[in-house]
Each structure stands twice: as structure tokens, then as C-alpha cells.
């Protein structure tokens, strides 16, 4: 046997060699292309072809906006024409088309006789004025998106952490500057002179946002009305063909809070009456269960419809509109049957005339390929033209080189690579570089990127630290480290309940959290103890039943804070908890600074190195090592003299106290604590973390955790991002997300089995 | 063993299905339900989802616990049905087709479930959850991706003006292919009844008259399918079988239970066949089967594509059957394995033993706690929501302690064997 693996081995090997020449040579040619590329950007040559491009594409902008004007002009009195026959009513809607349509379209062939190509007598004049509109648009571009940038920091702030739209507005009344005011609490740039300006659109923010929560409550009530009708009635038959008046009266006597909320009146009886058609036909109508699904990160999008400009911008603007009169006048000049447009037409031109002149940035690429799209390379000779395509796919080359130089280098150096780092790690690890040059490619903000990567590192951290003491003393990844999870969330919801806020809540919250986990972990060790052997398959099941047994906890626990629990039935805690009022981001934004963008939330990030520490200490010490022997070898170990039992409640138990304090982490750098069957997920996401980090089921490291969950959530980040841009629509990061994820698990499960199960 | 152990021991066994008996008519009479309606509910459920039940059996037997990785065969029936759907063929035929799209398809996937399930020997219950959790992604990248782009398909399932397959796929209507099997024969159930027990009394006169039967055995089918009729004859019986007083009239899918009929009959005579000595030498002992010369692994795999194959058609059976009519296209193979592998655990099957009987008991309890859990929550406290997750709870609770248990039998013969070694030494 293992002399035909080496005999299939060799050839393999050579081959595999060849191919990585091959690609090292090929990604050699795109280097050197991309290096040609980036030269040429720089030379005097290129600049000029490039202003000559951009001349050519304003003319032909503008030529090609007359040309639209002209075919449209003639398709509308086709159509005004057509009109003023009768039979025009008999004719179809597709003929009526069409004919406007070759109305048109020979209007535009005729058209285009005269002005596709359109004579320059004096292109030095049109070149200033482009010039011209250039900088005037440059500087306001640029004014424009800096107070867009602080307006878009402000209104994230606001939507972030205001807690209660709705009692800000209450208070204020009709107050707008008041209003205003008592904003600044929450993001403190409004107290400031530079954007009093902004207060109209502010206000408005804030009371429709104000509107948009009542809206919202009201909804959630409606729904619990709903859900509370459809459960009180048994049968809604005997309800069939009974008057309005009388049916809302039964229904109010059978269901509590109908009767209050008479404003719902409408929407509920409608509700009533669709159950009663469907009783009587035998059906049931299905009732829509909200399932929660796996928590992500959202980013607010700011929305502008609130921006309100400064004196500055209205000024850089009208300069713009100056600058741009310039142009057309020069314009008409060439072709002087620009002047015969409308205004309508004249405005659509100019969007795509400013569009063309300044593309938004200085960077080659996007100038060139703005000119390009309006046929600006029409300007350019053979040669040239190939010069200048070179120069403007250069980053596209170096991309594509990059990529095949990893691939060639992962060829080349497979044997030691995958020695050393494993087969998925050095997958995932490669992959997240091109990732990160990708980035650069689809001009993604790296520091953005980053500062998500830390957070979500910190997020995550914890509740990965937690599989590590599992691993260690021999279970396995604990997939059931979602009881600690759900320990943490009961110390949240306790704290909640009792009001408690910042430092001492969240401080509350872990330790209750800790507490609950210690018997909880301890019964569940005791458990595992006797199932040696398949701990992996116990515990996550064991997992998936508390979660569900918890949900019916959740509905049942005696919470009354009226804040966490439902709104109606008055008992029940809600789904989703905003901590936003009391602990959220607390430890984020501890010691916070920013360094080239990136933003560092030293304090998530210094508790994780924290517990990383402990743990490291932790396993240096007497019982760490006699843990660790254990997980290794537990046959070793117990002829030693160590206890392999008591090894593993620990590590059992230490891991669910880590994970209940974990998932306070998490929560409150979410921002959110999220019941019910939120937490299921969050065993395998932090074993694919640790797996990902080069840890096996039976060794684990502090360095695996740290590095794993960096790769873990950089890959997650930057794939997200990227796949967003790259493919409309998403769903290609999260079909990402479960493959990598699932992919890392069963890879180590195929590692650990094999041999006989007798 | 005594009488009394013996009894002892049963109940030990069906420990599981015993509770969960007491469970179901609890909440039957907790849920107030009428029974017309939970019978037709427990019929139709029964029709639905048996078959798929069925398919677990073989890798049990042969030693590779629940296959979770069923999903994959539904996943496979899925993409079956869509093709059906876009090229328009309707009724019987089209289930044929998709069933034809499905053979190969999930022969192929058992195949290599069945290969990297042979990598993780002793971990197939969660390497077969996981290796389901996988597919996942790769059937989101199908429906999202590469249909529709890279496959072409017709409007009728696509989304006009993005990508992907549409979120629901409708069978009903034009489609053709709701109810193309439920809808051919129906007879009421009442008549299968009669029907089944007669059939019952020519085979057992017959076989006893063969000598095959001991007068006993003999007596006892006479019995009961004597009080099957006469329970039908007392009229609060018979009234919630029939039409009477607005009810709805239940009705038996014929075709389909000749289909779940015939798996039950496959999975007997496979087992008689050398392919199932095989397996279940293979589940009784990996090393001893080894030894007696059966290729193991191949063995195995075999298995899996069966219960894969035998899935995807479960999955058709399902999704045309009366009461379902569309499908969510991303998410209705996501708990296909869980409620099956629960369902055959709460007939008293076990990690390493199924019968067709457990796996029909099993669907029948299941699936009657499904129907009335929400109302029995709803009247006990006067909140439907706590019966959906004690249906969650009760997924996954069964299926852990069915884990649980056998975890712990296999310990103990292990140290059992341990000390009688060590006994043996000294």
C-alpha cells in the first residue's frame, strides 16, 4: 500500500511543480504589465491623451444629448400626430409604439448626419471652460462630500444610540430648537456652532423618526393582539355571519387589551373575519412566526434626505453653475443648435456633462473609464489607445497578478505549507490576502474594514476563548457551550430587569451570567463524563434542547420589568433587547482612539487579551497542565494518577462560565441581546473560529483563538463587502459564511475519525 | 429471564414511545381539538412524512446512526422539482420525471456523503448534521447563482430582473403537480379498514391452515381485526371517521400508501437479501464484519445511497401531497432531517436498531403532538407561542436522549467488557 502511494506520489509532486512554474511566469507578465501600467499613469503623454479624451467625450456628450432631444422631439409629435387621428383609439399599444419608435429613430439617423461629428474650430476656448467647470466642480465635490461625511457621522450616531425617539419628541413638543438640544446629548457635534445649520433637517429627523417607532409599536401590538385573538378562540365558527358591533364586543370579552385598543378596531375585526372564512371552509389561516435568524452586524445607511447645505456649499454650487454656463456657451458655439433645447433637455445633459468632466476623483482608472464610456476614444490613435487601456486596467492586472502568484506560491510550497499550517488554514489564510488586495481593487476603505475586523474580534473573542478549556480537557468542541450562552443572556435580562445601566450593569450581568453557568456547566460535565466517545454529537443536540426548553422559559420566567417583556399579554420576555439605554458599546468605546481611520475599541479588545492571559496562566499552571494531558491523552493521564473526570468538569465548567460571560460581550458590543433561537448557532461559529485558528479537537492554544477569530471574521468582513460589490444583491456572503464554517468542521471531524468504532 | 424482567426490560426499551403515548393523549384532550379534525390532520401528516421516516431505517441498521444528511436527498428531490416546474410537465408524469431527476442526483450525493462519512466513523450523527448544514451553502449558491445564470430556466421560476430562483415555488394550478398522487384514488377510510382487516383474516386463515401460525397468533389477528371493525360500528367512532354533522369526510390517499406500503415491504426484503445480512453484519461489528471478508466501507456507502435516494423520493411525496401546495425553495429541506430522526426515535427505534413498525408509530406520535401541542399550550397557558417551542423542544429534546441513552449503554458494555478483562488478568 504505501508503496503505490509513494509511486503516485512522484508524478504528482512533478506535475504540481510544473503548474506552479507556469503560473509564477504568467503572474511574472501581469506584474510587469501592471508595473508598465502604472508608469505610463505618470507620463506627460498620458495626460494629454487623457484631456484630449475628456474634450472629445464632453463634445460627445453634448452632441449625443442633442441627438436624444432631437428623436424624442420627433417621437412626441408622432404620437401628437397619431392623436389627432380617428381611429386612434382603435390602434394598438403596440403599433402606436412602434410607430413613434421609427418616427424617432429616423429623426436620429438623420440627425447624426449632421452632428456626430461635431467640427472644432477653436478647441483651446472649449478646453478652458471644461477646465474650468473642472475645478469649480472638484472644489464642490469635495466641500459637498466632506459635509455629507460629517452630516453621515452625526445621523449614524443619532440612529444608533438614541433610545426613544419618541419621549425626545414628546418632551420637546413643538420646540424645534429644544428639540435640537436635547439631541446633542447623543452625538455631541450638534452642540456645536459649525452645524447649527443643520437643525431644520435634524428636527424633522427626529420626529419622523419619532413616528416611525410609535408605528412600530403599534405594529408589535397589533401583531400580539392578533396571535392573543387567534389562541383565545377555539372556534371561530360560531362567530360566522355576527355584525361588526357584536363580534368586536365578543371578541373583546374573550381577549384581553381588545378592548383598549379600539384604534386597531378595523385591522382586527378584518383579522377575525379571514379565520372565520377559513374555519368555515375547513383551513386554518397560517400565522407568520418571525424566526430570528444568525445575528449580523448592521451598518445604518445614512439617509440625506435630511442634509441641509452650509453657506459655503451653496456658494462652491453656484460657482459650478457658473463655470458650467461657460461650457455651454462655448458649447453652442460648435454646435449652435444646442441653444434651440429646452430646459428639461438641457438639465439632463448637464448631469452627464458634469458626470463626465469630474468623475467624482482624481484616481486614472475612474477618469478613464468615464471618458471611455462616453466615447471619448474616439480621440486617441492605435497605439495610444492601447497605452492608455494599459495604464487604466493596471490595478485590474496587479489584482489578477497577485492572485495567480499565491496560487503558484501555494503550489509550489504545498507539501511544507499544509505541513506546518494544515490544509484548510492555509486556504482560508491565503485566501483572506487576496481578499485584502482585492479590497483595494474594489475600492473598499481598508481602515473601515479594519475597524469592523476589530470589533467583530472582540465580539467574538470570548465566546471562542470558551472553546478552549472544552478542547483542552478532552470534550471536544463544545457545541454545547450555547447553555453558558444562554446563562450570559439570563444575567443581561436580570440586569435589564432591574434597571441597571453602564459600568455596574454590565458588570451585573456577567457575574449573574457566571453564577448561573457554575451548576449549570457542572450538571452538564457530569453528563459529558459518562458519555465519552461521542461528546461532539451529545453535546450539540444537549445544546439545541436547552435552547428550545429556554424559549419556553423566556415565555415563562416571572420577568415584569414592563421595558423586557411583551407589551400586551404582560408577560413573556421580547425577542430582541436593546441595550443602547444601558451598557451598550460600553467596553468599545472604553479608551477608544482612532489611528488612520481605524478605529480601536481598546477596551473590547484589551478584555479579550485579558482573558486570553488568564486562560494562558491558566494552562501553565498545576491544573492546566494535568488538563491538557488529559485532553491529549486521557489514557496517559489517568495511568499517571491524574483524574480524568475531575479534569473535565473543569474544563467543562470553565468553558460555560467563559461563554455566559462571552455572549455579555457580544451582546453589548452588538448592541442587542437577542433570545429565543438566537443563540443556536454561536457553537459553531466559535469552533469553526478556533478550528480556523489552527486548533484540532484535541489541542488548542491561546494563538489559535486569536488568530482564528482575526481570520474567521476578516474573511466574513472583507468577503461580505466584496461580495456585495462584485455580485448584485447579497446572499453570496452568507452561502460564504455556512460553507466556510461547516467546511472547517467536518474537515477536523474527518481528522479525528477513521479508525474502528469496536 | 423472567416474565418479569422481560416486561421490565420492554418498558426500559420503548421507554420513550410509552411517554410519549401518555403525552399525546394528554394534549389531545388538553387541545380541546375536535377529533374529526385531528384525525384527518394525523392522517394527512402521517401520508407526508412516513415515507421519508422509512428511509432512515437501512443506515441505522447498518450501524451509521440517523443519517441527518437526508436533506441532501431533499435537497436533491428539490432541484427535481424545479426542473419539473420550468419545463412544464404536469401530473403523474412530472412526478416521474422529477423522481427520474432525483435518482441520479442523489445517488451521486450518497455516494460521497457516504465517502466522508467513512472518514468520521463513531461521529456520523453529527458529521451527517454538519455535512447537511453544508449543503446548504452549496444548494443557496445553486438556487442563487448558478440557476438561472450559468442553467437557464423558465420565467415561471425565476425572478424576472434579478437573480435566482424565486422564494416560493407554487405546485398547485396550473403547475399540476399538487396532489398528482394524493388526488388519484381516495377512498374513505373507513373501507380500508374493512378492507385491510379482511385481508389480514384470509392470510392468517391461510397461513394457519399452512401450518405456519400458532393457534394463539391465529386468535389474536381474529381479535383485533374483529374489534377494528366493531370499533367502527359504535357510533361516536364511526362519526369521526365520517362526513356526519359537517365534518369532513376522511379520506385515504390510496397511491401514496401503496407507496409507503411498498418501502415497507423493501426495507423487509432487502434485509433478507445478502446486501442486508451485509449491512447488518456491518452494524453489529465493524472488526467482525471486516474479518468475515465484507468490505465495510463499501458497504456503508451502499447504505447511505440508498436512504439518499429513498429521502429525495420522500421529499417528492411530501411536497405533493395534500395541504402543502408550495414550497419555500431555500428552506424546506432545512428540517426534513430533524422531524424525521425524531419521529423514528419516538417509536422506540434507537441509534443502532429501526423496524418499519417503529418508524410508523413513531410518525403517528410525533405528528400527533405536532397538531395539538399549540392548542394544548394556548389552553394551559393561555399562550399558542409556548407550543411551538415546546414542538422545538421536543425535536430536539427526543433526539438528545435517544444520544444520551445510547451513549450510555455503549459505556457501560465498554467498561463492562473493561472489567471482565481485568477480572480475567487477575
Given at each position: 500500500?504505501?508503496?503505490?502511494?509513494?509511486?503516485?506520489?512522484?508524478?504528482?509532486?512533478?506535475?504540481?511543480?510544473?503548474?506552479?512554474?507556469?503560473?509564477?511566469?504568467?503572474?511574472?507578465?501581469?506584474?510587469?504589465?501592471?508595473?508598465?501600467?502604472?508608469?505610463?499613469?505618470?507620463?506627460?503623454?498620458?495626460?494629454?491623451?487623457?484631456?484630449?479624451?475628456?474634450?472629445?467625450?464632453?463634445?460627445?456628450?453634448?452632441?449625443?444629448?442633442?441627438?436624444?432631444?432631437?428623436?424624442?422631439?420627433?417621437?412626441?409629435?408622432?404620437?401628437?400626430?397619431?392623436?389627432?387621428?380617428?381611429?386612434?383609439?382603435?390602434?394598438?399599444?403596440?403599433?402606436?409604439?412602434?410607430?413613434?419608435?421609427?418616427?424617432?429613430?429616423?429623426?436620429?439617423?438623420?440627425?447624426?448626419?449632421?452632428?456626430?461629428?461635431?467640427?472644432?474650430?477653436?478647441?483651446?476656448?472649449?478646453?478652458?471652460?471644461?477646465?474650468?467647470?473642472?475645478?469649480?466642480?472638484?472644489?464642490?465635490?469635495?466641500?459637498?462630500?466632506?459635509?455629507?461625511?460629517?452630516?453621515?457621522?452625526?445621523?449614524?450616531?443619532?440612529?444608533?444610540?438614541?433610545?426613544?425617539?419618541?419621549?425626545?419628541?414628546?418632551?420637546?413638543?413643538?420646540?424645534?430648537?429644544?428639540?435640537?438640544?436635547?439631541?446633542?446629548?447623543?452625538?455631541?457635534?450638534?452642540?456645536?456652532?459649525?452645524?447649527?445649520?443643520?437643525?431644520?433637517?435634524?428636527?424633522?429627523?427626529?420626529?419622523?423618526?419619532?413616528?416611525?417607532?410609535?408605528?412600530?409599536?403599534?405594529?408589535?401590538?397589533?401583531?400580539?393582539?392578533?396571535?392573543?385573538?387567534?389562541?383565545?378562540?377555539?372556534?371561530?365558527?360560531?362567530?360566522?355571519?355576527?355584525?361588526?358591533?357584536?363580534?368586536?364586543?365578543?371578541?373583546?370579552?374573550?381577549?384581553?387589551?381588545?378592548?383598549?385598543?379600539?384604534?386597531?378596531?378595523?385591522?382586527?375585526?378584518?383579522?377575525?373575519?379571514?379565520?372565520?372564512?377559513?374555519?368555515?371552509?375547513?383551513?386554518?389561516?397560517?400565522?407568520?412566526?418571525?424566526?430570528?435568524g444568525a445575528a449580523?452586524?448592521?451598518?445604518?445607511?445614512?439617509?440625506?434626505?435630511?442634509?441641509?447645505?452650509?453657506?459655503?456649499?451653496?456658494?462652491?454650487?453656484?460657482?459650478?453653475?457658473?463655470?458650467?454656463?461657460?461650457?455651454?456657451?462655448?458649447?453652442?458655439?460648435?454646435?449652435?443648435?444646442?441653444?434651440?433645447?429646452?430646459?428639461?433637455?438641457?438639465?439632463?445633459?448637464?448631469?452627464?456633462?458634469?458626470?463626465?468632466?469630474?468623475?467624482?476623483?482624481?484616481?486614472?482608472?475612474?477618469?478613464?473609464?468615464?471618458?471611455?464610456?462616453?466615447?471619448?476614444?474616439?480621440?486617441?490613435?492605435?497605439?495610444?489607445?492601447?497605452?492608455?487601456?494599459?495604464?487604466?486596467?493596471?490595478?485590474?492586472?496587479?489584482?489578477?497578478?497577485?492572485?495567480?502568484?499565491?496560487?503558484?506560491?501555494?503550489?509550489?510550497?504545498?507539501?511544507?505549507?499544509?505541513?506546518?499550517?494544515g490544509?484548510p488554514r492555509?486556504?482560508i489564510?491565503?485566501?483572506?490576502?487576496?481578499?485584502?488586495?482585492?479590497?483595494?481593487?474594489?475600492?473598499?476603505?481598508?481602515?473601515?474594514?479594519?475597524?469592523?475586523?476589530?470589533?467583530r474580534m472582540g465580539m467574538y473573542g470570548i465566546l471562542v476563548l470558551a472553546m478552549m478549556p472544552g478542547i483542552q480537557c478532552g470534550i471536544g468542541l463544545n457545541m454545547g457551550m450555547t447553555i453558558g450562552c444562554i446563562a450570559g443572556l439570563l444575567g443581561i435580562?436580570?440586569?435589564?430587569?432591574?434597571?441597571?445601566?453602564?459600568?455596574?450593569?454590565?458588570?451585573?450581568a456577567c457575574a449573574s451570567g457566571a453564577v448561573v453557568a457554575l451548576p449549570l456547566g457542572w450538571a452538564y460535565s457530569k453528563l459529558l463524563n459518562r458519555m465519552k466517545g461521542s461528546e461532539m454529537t451529545i453535546s450539540t443536540y444537549v445544546g439545541f434542547s436547552f435552547v428550545a426548553l429556554m424559549c419556553?422559559g423566556w415565555?415563562?420566567?416571572?420577568?415584569?420589568?414592563?421595558?423586557?417583556?411583551?407589551?400586551?399579554?404582560?408577560?413573556?420576555?421580547?425577542?430582541?433587547?436593546?441595550?443602547?439605554?444601558?451598557?451598550?458599546?460600553?467596553?468599545?468605546?472604553?479608551?477608544?482612539?482612532?489611528?488612520?481611520?481605524?478605529?480601536?475599541?481598546?477596551?473590547l479588545?484589551?478584555f479579550l487579551l485579558l482573558g486570553c492571559l488568564l486562560m494562558w496562566l491558566f494552562s501553565r499552571s498545576r491544573t492546566g497542565i494535568a488538563m491538557t494531558a488529559v485532553g491529549s491523552n486521557p489514557r496517559f493521564a489517568e495511568?499517571?494518577?491524574i483524574s480524568v473526570n475531575r479534569m473535565r468538569t473543569i474544563g467543562t465548567v470553565l468553558s460555560t462560565v467563559i461563554a455566559a460571560v462571552g455572549i455579555v460581550i457580544y451582546s453589548q458590543a452588538f448592541?442587542?441581546a437577542q433570545l429565543y433561537t438566537a443563540p443556536r448557532q454561536l457553537g459553531f461559529i466559535a469552533s469553526s473560529a478556533i478550528l480556523i485558528g489552527g486548533a484540532t479537537v484535541r489541542k488548542a492554544k491561546v494563538s489559535h483563538v486569536l488568530f482564528g477569530v482575526f481570520l474567521f471574521e476578516?474573511v466574513l468582513?472583507?468577503?461580505?463587502?466584496?461580495?456585495?460589490?462584485?455580485?448584485?444583491?447579497?446572499?453570496?456572503?452568507?452561502?460564504?459564511r455556512i460553507m466556510i464554517s461547516n467546511g472547517i468542521i467536518l474537515y477536523a471531524l474527518t481528522q479525528t475519525g477513521g479508525g474502528?468504532r469496536? | 429471564?423472567?416474565?418479569?424482567?422481560?416486561?421490565?426490560?420492554?418498558?426500559?426499551?420503548?421507554?420513550?414511545?410509552?411517554?410519549?403515548?401518555?403525552?399525546?393523549?394528554?394534549?389531545?384532550?388538553?387541545?380541546?381539538?375536535?377529533?374529526?379534525?385531528?384525525?384527518?390532520?394525523?392522517?394527512?401528516?402521517?401520508?407526508?412524512?412516513?415515507?421519508?421516516?422509512?428511509?432512515?431505517?437501512?443506515?441505522?441498521?447498518?450501524?451509521?446512526g440517523i443519517?441527518f444528511?437526508?436533506?441532501?436527498?431533499?435537497?436533491?428531490?428539490?432541484?427535481?422539482?424545479?426542473?419539473?416546474?420550468?419545463?412544464?410537465?404536469?401530473?403523474?408524469?412530472?412526478?416521474?420525471?422529477?423522481?427520474?431527476?432525483?435518482?441520479?442526483?442523489?445517488?451521486?450525493?450518497?455516494?460521497?456523503?457516504?465517502?466522508?462519512l467513512?472518514r468520521m466513523k463513531g461521529q456520523e450523527t453529527i458529521g451527517s448534521l454538519i455535512l447537511g448544514y453544508f449543503?446548504n451553502?452549496?444548494?443557496?449558491?445553486?438556487?442563487?447563482?448558478?440557476?438561472?445564470?450559468?442553467?437557464?430556466?423558465?420565467?415561471?421560476?425565476?425572478?424576472?430582473?434579478?437573480?435566482?430562483?424565486?422564494?416560493?415555488?407554487?405546485?398547485?394550478?396550473?403547475?399540476?403537480?399538487?396532489?398528482?398522487?394524493?388526488?388519484?384514488?381516495?377512498?374513505?377510510?373507513?373501507?380500508?379498514?374493512?378492507?385491510?382487516?379482511?385481508?389480514?383474516?384470509?392470510?392468517?386463515?391461510?397461513?394457519?391452515?399452512?401450518?405456519?401460525?400458532?393457534?394463539?397468533?391465529?386468535?389474536?389477528?381474529?381479535?383485533?381485526?374483529?374489534?377494528?371493525?366493531?370499533?367502527?360500528?359504535?357510533?361516536?367512532?364511526?362519526?369521526?371517521?365520517?362526513?356526519?354533522?359537517?365534518?369532513?369526510?376522511?379520506?385515504?390517499?390510496?397511491?401514496?400508501?401503496?407507496?409507503?406500503?411498498?418501502?415497507?415491504?423493501?426495507?423487509?426484503?432487502?434485509?433478507?437479501?445478502?446486501?442486508?445480512?451485509?449491512?447488518?453484519?456491518?452494524?453489529?461489528?465493524?472488526?467482525?464484519?471486516?474479518?468475515?471478508?465484507?468490505?465495510?466501507?463499501?458497504?456503508?456507502?451502499?447504505?447511505?445511497?440508498?436512504?439518499?435516494?429513498?429521502?429525495?423520493?420522500?421529499?417528492?411525496?411530501?411536497?405533493?401531497?395534500?395541504?402543502?401546495?408550495?414550497?419555500?425553495?431555500?428552506?424546506?429541506?432545512?428540517?426534513?432531517g430533524l422531524?424525521?430522526g425524531?419521529?423514528?426515535?419516538?417509536?422506540?427505534?434507537?441509534i443502532?436498531?429501526?423496524?418499519?413498525?417503529?418508524?410508523?408509530?413513531?410518525?403517528?406520535?410525533?405528528?400527533?403532538?405536532?397538531?395539538?401541542?399549540?392548542?394544548?399550550?394556548?389552553?394551559?397557558?393561555?399562550?399558542?407561542?409556548?407550543?411551538?417551542?415546546?414542538?422545538a423542544f421536543?425535536s430536539y429534546g427526543v433526539i438528545a436522549i435517544a444520544l444520551v441513552i445510547y451513549a450510555w449503554?455503549g459505556a457501560?458494555?465498554r467498561?463492562?467488557?473493561?472489567?471482565?478483562?481485568?477480572?480475567?488478568?487477575?
Open positions: 500500500m504505501s508503496q503505490v502511494l509513494k509511486k503516485d506520489a512522484k508524478p504528482k509532486g512533478r506535475g504540481r511543480k510544473i503548474l506552479s512554474v507556469i503560473l509564477f511566469v504568467l503572474s511574472g507578465i501581469l506584474l510587469v504589465a501592471a508595473v508598465c501600467g502604472y508608469y505610463l499613469q505618470g507620463t506627460e503623454q498620458t495626460r494629454a491623451s487623457l484631456s484630449a479624451m475628456r474634450t472629445q467625450a464632453v463634445l460627445h456628450t453634448a452632441s449625443d444629448g442633442l441627438l436624444d432631444a432631437i428623436a424624442s422631439q420627433a417621437r412626441s409629435e408622432k404620437l401628437k400626430e397619431l392623436r389627432a387621428r380617428k381611429d386612434f383609439r382603435t390602434l394598438g399599444l403596440d403599433e402606436v409604439n412602434n410607430t413613434c419608435d421609427s418616427a424617432a429613430a429616423e429623426a436620429r439617423a438623420a440627425a447624426e448626419a449632421l452632428y456626430s461629428n461635431p467640427r472644432v474650430a477653436d478647441s483651446a476656448g472649449l478646453e478652458t471652460a471644461v477646465v474650468g467647470l473642472e475645478n469649480a466642480l472638484s472644489e464642490y465635490g469635495t466641500l459637498r462630500n466632506a459635509e455629507r461625511e460629517a452630516y453621515s457621522g452625526i445621523y449614524v450616531s443619532l440612529v444608533e444610540n438614541v433610545p426613544d425617539w419618541t419621549d425626545l419628541a414628546d418632551a420637546a413638543g413643538e420646540d424645534d430648537s429644544a428639540l435640537f438640544a436635547s439631541l446633542s446629548a447623543w452625538s455631541e457635534e450638534l452642540s456645536s456652532e459649525a452645524y447649527a445649520h443643520l437643525q431644520p433637517g435634524i428636527v424633522r429627523l427626529a420626529r419622523d423618526m419619532a413616528d416611525k417607532e410609535r408605528a412600530r409599536e403599534d405594529e408589535e401590538l397589533l401583531t400580539q393582539l392578533t396571535s392573543a385573538m387567534t389562541g383565545a378562540v377555539s372556534d371561530w365558527s360560531e362567530y360566522a355571519g355576527v355584525e361588526d358591533e357584536a363580534l368586536w364586543a365578543g371578541l373583546s370579552e374573550q381577549v384581553d387589551g381588545l378592548a383598549e385598543n379600539e384604534r386597531f378596531r378595523d385591522r382586527l375585526l378584518q383579522a377575525a373575519k379571514e379565520r372565520i372564512s377559513a374555519a368555515e371552509s375547513g383551513e386554518t389561516v397560517a400565522e407568520a412566526v418571525a424566526d430570528e449580523t452586524v448592521y451598518d445604518t445607511v445614512t439617509d440625506y434626505s435630511y442634509f441641509t447645505a452650509t453657506e459655503a456649499l451653496n456658494t462652491a454650487s453656484a460657482a459650478s453653475e457658473a463655470a458650467f454656463e461657460g461650457l455651454w456657451s462655448e458649447l453652442t458655439e460648435i454646435i449652435p443648435d444646442l441653444s434651440e433645447l429646452d430646459n428639461k433637455m438641457r438639465n439632463s445633459i448637464r448631469t452627464t456633462l458634469e458626470n463626465t468632466v469630474w468623475a467624482g476623483s482624481n484616481d486614472f482608472t475612474a477618469r478613464y473609464n468615464a471618458y471611455a464610456a462616453r466615447q471619448g476614444g474616439t480621440a486617441l490613435s492605435g497605439s495610444t489607445a492601447l497605452a492608455m487601456q494599459l495604464a487604466a486596467s493596471a490595478q485590474n492586472i496587479l489584482i489578477a497578478g497577485i492572485a495567480l502568484l499565491l496560487l503558484a506560491a501555494l503550489l509550489m510550497f504545498w507539501t511544507r505549507l499544509t505541513g506546518s499550517f490544509v492555509t486556504i489564510t491565503l485566501f483572506f490576502i487576496y481578499l485584502c488586495l482585492a479590497a483595494v481593487f474594489y475600492h473598499i476603505s481598508v481602515p473601515m474594514m479594519l475597524s469592523n475586523v476589530l470589533i435580562v436580570l440586569s435589564l430587569q432591574f434597571d441597571m445601566a453602564g459600568w455596574g450593569g454590565l458588570l451585573f419556553i415565555m415563562m420566567l416571572p420577568f415584569n420589568n414592563p421595558k423586557i417583556i411583551w407589551l400586551l399579554s404582560g408577560h413573556g420576555l421580547r425577542v430582541t433587547h436593546s441595550l443602547l439605554g444601558s451598557y451598550a458599546h460600553l467596553l468599545d468605546n472604553f479608551l477608544s482612539f482612532d489611528i488612520l481611520g481605524v478605529e480601536v475599541p481598546t477596551g479588545l484589551l495511568a499517571s494518577g448592541g442587542y476578516g468582513v472583507l468577503g461580505q463587502q466584496i461580495a456585495n460589490s462584485a455580485v448584485a444583491g447579497g446572499g453570496l456572503s452568507e452561502v460564504m474502528s469496536d | 429471564m423472567t416474565n418479569q424482567n422481560k416486561v421490565l426490560n420492554h418498558i426500559k426499551t420503548y421507554a420513550v414511545t410509552y411517554l410519549f403515548i401518555a403525552l399525546s393523549v394528554f394534549f389531545i384532550i388538553v387541545s380541546g381539538l375536535d377529533m374529526n379534525y385531528v384525525a384527518s390532520q394525523l392522517l394527512l401528516r402521517l401520508n407526508r412524512n412516513a415515507f421519508i421516516v422509512l428511509a432512515l431505517i437501512i443506515p441505522i441498521v447498518a450501524g451509521m443519517n444528511a437526508i436533506t441532501i436527498g431533499a435537497m436533491a428531490a428539490q432541484i427535481g422539482l424545479l426542473l419539473t416546474i420550468s419545463w412544464g410537465v404536469t401530473g403523474i408524469t412530472g412526478i416521474l420525471l422529477a423522481a427520474g431527476i432525483t435518482l441520479p442526483l442523489a445517488t451521486l450525493f450518497g455516494f460521497l456523503i457516504g465517502k466522508l467513512n449543503a451553502g452549496a444548494y443557496q449558491l445553486l438556487f442563487l447563482f448558478i440557476f438561472g445564470n450559468f442553467i437557464p430556466l423558465s420565467d415561471k421560476v425565476t425572478i424576472v430582473g434579478a437573480t435566482g430562483v424565486q422564494n416560493t415555488l407554487n405546485l398547485t394550478g396550473s403547475v399540476g403537480l399538487y396532489k398528482a398522487l394524493d388526488g388519484v384514488l381516495q377512498v374513505s377510510f373507513s373501507l380500508v379498514v374493512y378492507i385491510l382487516a379482511g385481508a389480514a383474516v384470509l392470510l392468517a386463515l391461510l397461513q394457519f391452515f399452512r401450518k405456519n401460525l400458532t393457534g394463539k397468533k391465529f386468535a389474536a389477528i381474529l381479535i383485533l381485526a374483529a374489534v377494528l371493525v366493531g370499533l367502527l360500528q359504535i357510533p361516536a367512532i364511526a362519526d369521526v371517521f365520517s362526513g356526519a354533522g359537517g365534518r369532513q369526510l376522511i379520506r385515504v390517499p390510496v397511491v401514496t400508501w401503496l407507496l409507503i406500503g411498498c418501502l415497507c415491504v423493501f426495507n423487509l426484503l432487502i434485509m433478507r437479501t445478502r446486501l442486508g445480512q451485509k449491512f447488518r453484519a456491518v452494524g453489529q461489528s465493524q472488526t467482525v464484519a471486516n474479518a468475515a471478508g465484507i468490505n465495510v466501507d463499501r458497504t456503508r456507502v451502499i447504505a447511505i445511497m440508498l436512504s439518499t435516494v429513498l429521502a429525495g423520493w420522500g421529499q417528492i411525496v411530501f411536497m405533493q401531497s395534500d395541504g402543502i401546495g408550495t414550497f419555500q425553495t431555500y428552506a424546506a429541506h432545512e428540517q426534513v422531524y424525521a425524531a419521529a423514528i426515535l419516538v417509536g422506540g427505534a434507537s443502532d436498531r429501526a423496524t418499519n413498525l417503529q418508524a410508523l408509530i413513531g410518525t403517528f406520535l410525533f405528528h400527533s403532538l405536532f397538531i395539538t401541542a399549540q392548542s394544548a399550550a394556548s389552553n394551559l397557558f393561555g399562550d399558542s407561542a409556548v407550543g411551538e417551542y415546546f414542538r421536543l449503554r457501560k458494555k467498561k463492562s467488557s473493561v472489567d471482565l478483562t481485568q477480572a480475567t488478568k487477575e
